[in-house]
């Protein structure tokens, strides 16, 4: 028995109310996705800001504790090199361990 396409398939959306509904369904998550990689990539973009600013705050924050060590080196010079030549030595014993 030769069976015809024509009888086992439906020709037209009206005769396959499931195909529709799926072909909508589709669309629906087709645009919900859409709807999530936009907001993804505004959070992105967020995230990618403060971590900017952030990055901004730290090294300010390093230039000025910077200035300030060199200022207290300038007002002191000789407390300066006995803490440093103080470490040193601790650093060296720990080293040699």
Known sequence: MLVLPEET???TDAEMPDHKALREDLQEI???LANLRSDIDGLMGAAGATASHQAEALQDQASEALANFEDAVRREPLKSLA???GAGFVLGILLRR
């Open 83 to 85: 803490i440093a030549a």
């Open 9 to 11: 398939m439906a020709t």
């Open 30 to 32: 087709a645009a919900r």
